[in-house]
């Protein structure tokens, strides 16, 4: 629980107060009894030396022997006298014998209060007693003025304090000495008691002025301080309850409280000026973020965030685009020519943002058209080159990369415009297609292209990027990289989607959910797949399998070997599986034949075999199994999507 400002200065305030208090009375008493004993001291020593001048006139021995006498009477009126006035316990002349250690008494008198105990005994005129001298005395008898003070204590008397003067007659020899005692204790009492009286005259005092003092505090310090925090706790709670109501404080105190209350009324000003443009601001961004939103639809509705497309049953496109920003700079398209052929591209503008998204709609319109009206490749890059800077006041640019596939005659053309090269997968051989780009769209007018042609059979791929891709940065500031790109590509799957797949899984494991993504990243893949034979799991259909393998560019023999292989595996697959049709695609790349089975039958790797097979075991297949491995150079199996696929594949 958090304690008042009040209660803590009243407890600071009284905890110095006590503090002071405490010091004083110490200090008081210390300096009291300082000066007190040295005034005693001082009294004691001018009692004992007026006694000693006195004494010094009158014969001791004759005194000592005639206590009756007048002046013996007169001489302790004369101590009395003394005694009383110098507020001593004793004053008193004897004789000492330093030698025996005995003293002889002459005259003694003793302050009221010690005659009412009887305490006079020792001082009886011509008493011998024994004595154990102190240093005062004989510092005293010895005639020193230094040292002749001594303090005595025991049960009867005491804590006394005594001091001693030398008596001496006419020729200075010495008779005698004069002794005067003093009460420590009583002096001690005197002390406290007068300490006392002072210190409560004190502390009324000063409980007075603290009193005062806290008073003050309360109505000037306290209350204004107060007033202004609750005025500041009111504001914020109207604040959230959305009441802007708010009257300026005034103290009227003319002080730095009120210069304080004045600059908390400058900042609700301020504050409630700040609100009013954040409110604006607010509601200006929520409309800007709608309107972004909106234009992210319109953006992947005019492009597509991913796209899986299929033109007859021989080339696949698959394609992927996530923007940096919620509308971006990057794009891509395929479509069918008139032709037959397919065309596709993918582009990076210059620029992110709204205005890379409405220059990227213009260009992808204009390519898309160019290229459906003008055959030559080529030239049709020209033309939107052309076009585009006569319509670009921004200055921006575009790089991109056209590529159309020509069905018929298995050949790829493509225009590079500043572009980064793709991938191209022929076979089991993965790379970068190189290719020397041209300059980027948008730049010069008078800009040239080049068409290149490449051969595009079946099984090849291209894959095609933005730069968003390779640049890719984690971290630990490290980029993707080309090198990355390309080890994807060749362990992954070599089909459109999961090359497309494979590259965005390895960029999100790259990045991971900490970096920041600084670029559009866009990718398109083009796959030239085997054309498929549907066919029913009859035995019949090895005619049709048959067919086409003696179509290939080989030699007879090799011919049919593959076509024993065939039928072993269809054979298995129309007597075991209890698939209802099988797909069958063979073609010839490069020095390889590759041949697949696709079926929909029960899940069955044939490459697992038994550590030990029985000889009958081999009725079901099995046989024909290890002819078949014998045969392939290399053979795959893998089941996705509930489909068994076999490669086979056949050294030329």
């Given at each position: 629980m958090?304690?008042s400002?009040?209660?803590?200065?009243?407890i600071?305030s009284?905890s110095?107060?006590?503090?002071?208090?405490?010091?004083?009375v110490?200090?008081c008493?210390?300096g009291n009894?300082?000066?007190t004993?040295?005034l005693?001291?001082?009294i004691?020593?001018?009692a004992?030396?007026?006694?000693?001048?006195?004494?010094?006139?009158?014969?001791?021995?004759q005194?000592?022997?005639?206590?009756?006498?007048?002046?013996?009477?007169?001489?302790k009126?004369?101590?009395?006298?003394?005694?009383?006035?110098?507020?001593g316990?004793?004053?008193?002349?004897y004789?000492?014998?330093m030698d025996?250690?005995?003293v002889?008494y002459v005259?003694?008198?003793a302050?009221?209060?010690?005659?009412?105990?009887?305490?006079?005994?020792?001082?009886?005129?011509?008493?011998?007693?024994?004595?154990?001298?102190l240093?005062?005395?004989?510092?005293?008898w010895?005639?020193k003025t230094?040292?002749?003070s001594?303090?005595?204590?025991?049960?009867?008397?005491?804590?006394q304090?005594?001091?001693?003067?030398?008596?001496?007659?006419q020729?200075?020899?010495r008779i005698?000495?004069?002794g005067?005692d003093?009460?420590i204790d009583?002096?001690?009492?005197?002390i406290?008691?007068?300490?006392i009286?002072k210190m409560l005259?004190v502390i009324i005092?000063?409980?007075i002025?603290?009193t005062?003092a806290?008073f003050?505090?309360?109505k000037k310090?306290?209350?204004p301080?107060?007033y202004?925090?609750?005025?500041?706790?009111d504001?914020?709670?109207?604040k959230?309850g959305?009441n802007?109501k708010?009257?300026?404080?005034?103290?009227?105190t003319?002080d730095?409280?009120q210069q304080l209350?004045?600059?908390?009324?400058e900042?609700?000003?301020?504050i409630d000026?700040y609100a009013e443009?954040?409110k604006n601001l607010?509601?200006?961004?929520a409309?800007a973020?709608?309107?972004?939103?909106?234009?992210r639809?319109i953006?992947?509705?005019?492009?597509?965030?991913k796209?899986?497309?299929?033109?007859?049953?021989?080339?696949?496109v698959?394609?992927?685009m996530k923007?940096?920003?919620?509308?971006g700079g990057d794009?891509?398209?395929?479509?069918l020519?008139?032709?037959?052929?397919?065309?596709a591209?993918?582009?990076?503008v210059s620029?992110k943002?709204?205005?890379?998204a409405?220059?990227?709609?213009?260009?992808?319109t204009?390519?898309?058209e160019?290229?459906m009206?003008i055959?030559?490749?080529?030239q049709?890059?020209?033309?939107?080159?052309?076009e585009l800077?006569?319509s670009?006041p921004?200055?921006m640019f575009?790089?991109?990369?056209v590529?159309v596939v020509e069905?018929?005659s298995g050949?790829?053309q493509y225009?590079?415009?500043g572009h980064?090269?793709p991938?191209i997968i022929?076979g089991s051989k993965?790379e970068f297609?190189?290719?020397s780009?041209?300059m980027?769209l948008?730049?010069f007018?008078?800009?040239?292209?080049?068409q290149?042609?490449?051969?595009?059979t079946?099984?090849d791929l291209?894959?095609?990027?933005?730069d968003?891709v390779?640049?890719?940065?984690?971290?630990e500031?490290?980029f993707?990289?080309?090198?990355?790109?390309l080890?994807v590509?060749?362990?992954?799957?070599?089909?459109?989607n999961?090359?497309?797949?494979?590259?965005?899984?390895?960029l999100?494991n790259?990045m991971?959910?900490?970096?920041?993504q600084f670029?559009d990243?866009t990718m398109?893949?083009?796959e030239?797949?085997?054309?498929?034979?549907?066919?029913?799991?009859?035995l019949?259909?090895?005619e049709?399998?048959?067919?086409c393998i003696?179509?290939?560019p080989?030699?007879?023999?090799?011919?049919?070997r593959?076509f024993?292989v065939c039928?072993e595996i269809f054979?298995?697959i129309?007597?075991?599986?209890g698939?209802?049709?099988v797909?069958f695609?063979c073609?010839k790349?490069?020095?390889?034949?590759?041949?697949?089975?696709?079926?929909?039958?029960?899940?069955f790797?044939?490459?697992?075999s038994?550590s030990?097979?029985e000889?009958e075991?081999?009725?079901?297949?099995g046989m024909g199994i290890?002819?078949?491995?014998k045969?392939c150079?290399?053979?795959?199996?893998?089941?996705v999507d509930?489909?068994n696929r076999?490669?086979?594949e056949?050294a030329d």
């Amino acid at each position: 629980m958090k304690k008042s400002l009040l209660n803590k200065m009243i407890i600071y305030s009284l905890s110095i107060f006590l503090g002071a208090i405490l010091l004083s009375v110490v200090i008081c008493t210390v300096g009291n009894i300082r000066r007190t004993l040295t005034l005693t001291t001082n009294i004691t020593k001018s009692a004992t030396r007026i006694v000693s001048q006195i004494a010094g006139k009158y014969d001791l021995e004759q005194l000592s022997q005639d206590p009756d006498s007048e002046e013996y009477r007169e001489f302790k009126e004369t101590l009395q006298s003394i005694c009383n006035y110098d507020g001593g316990e004793y004053v008193y002349v004897y004789i000492p014998d330093m030698d025996n250690n005995k003293v002889k008494y002459v005259i003694g008198v003793a302050s009221d209060e010690r005659k009412k105990n009887g305490e006079l005994e020792k001082f009886q005129a011509g008493a011998v007693m024994e004595h154990d001298f102190l240093s005062g005395e004989i510092n005293a008898w010895n005639g020193k003025t230094e040292g002749i003070s001594s303090v005595r204590s025991n049960e009867r008397y005491g804590k006394q304090m005594c001091t001693y003067a030398l008596i001496t007659d006419q020729n200075k020899n010495r008779i005698a000495l004069a002794g005067a005692d003093y009460s420590i204790d009583k002096i001690y009492e005197e002390i406290i008691s007068d300490t006392i009286v002072k210190m409560l005259k004190v502390i009324i005092v000063l409980l007075i002025i603290f009193t005062a003092a806290v008073f003050f505090v309360k109505k000037k310090i306290y209350e204004p301080i107060t007033y202004l925090f609750t005025n500041m706790k009111d504001y914020v709670s109207n604040k959230i309850g959305d009441n802007r109501k708010f009257e300026p404080l005034k103290l009227n105190t003319n002080d730095e409280i009120q210069q304080l209350a004045d600059y908390f009324n400058e900042m609700v000003v301020d504050i409630d000026n700040y609100a009013e443009k954040v409110k604006n601001l607010a509601s200006q961004q929520a409309k800007a973020d709608t309107e972004l939103e909106v234009a992210r639809r319109i953006q992947y509705g005019i492009v597509g965030a991913k796209k899986e497309l299929s033109f007859s049953d021989c080339i696949m496109v698959s394609a992927r685009m996530k923007s940096a920003r919620q509308v971006g700079g990057d794009f891509y398209d395929s479509f069918l020519l008139e032709n037959g052929n397919v065309c596709a591209f993918i582009g990076d503008v210059s620029d992110k943002g709204i205005a890379a998204a409405l220059f990227m709609v213009f260009v992808k319109t204009l390519l898309r058209e160019k290229l459906m009206d003008i055959p030559d490749l080529a030239q049709a890059v020209c033309e939107v080159n052309t076009e585009l800077c006569n319509s670009n006041p921004e200055g921006m640019f575009v790089t991109a990369f056209v590529v159309v596939v020509e069905q018929n005659s298995g050949k790829l053309q493509y225009v590079n415009a500043g572009h980064n090269k793709p991938v191209i997968i022929h076979g089991s051989k993965t790379e970068f297609l190189e290719c020397s780009p041209c300059m980027a769209l948008g730049v010069f007018d008078d800009s040239e292209y080049e068409q290149h042609e490449e051969d595009f059979t079946s099984g090849d791929l291209i894959y095609l990027y933005t730069d968003g891709v390779t640049d890719a940065i984690n971290c630990e500031k490290t980029f993707f990289g080309e090198e990355n790109l390309l080890n994807v590509c060749k362990a992954s799957e070599h089909t459109a989607n999961a090359v497309c797949v494979s590259v965005g899984v390895a960029l999100k494991n790259f990045m991971g959910d900490k970096a920041e993504q600084f670029d559009d990243i866009t990718m398109l893949a083009i796959e030239q797949r085997e054309k498929e034979l549907e066919l029913s799991c009859e035995l019949p259909e090895l005619e049709k399998i048959k067919s086409c393998i003696f179509k290939l560019p080989v030699e007879n023999g090799k011919k049919k070997r593959i076509f024993l292989v065939c039928e072993e595996i269809f054979s298995n697959i129309t007597y075991y599986s209890g698939a209802d049709h099988v797909q069958f695609t063979c073609n010839k790349n490069a020095d390889r034949i590759k041949i697949t089975f696709t079926d929909n039958g029960a899940k069955f790797n044939p490459l697992e075999s038994k550590s030990k097979k029985e000889f009958e075991d081999f009725d079901e297949g099995g046989m024909g199994i290890s002819l078949v491995k014998k045969l392939c150079s290399n053979i795959k199996y893998s089941n996705v999507d509930g489909k068994n696929r076999l490669s086979l594949e056949f050294a030329d």
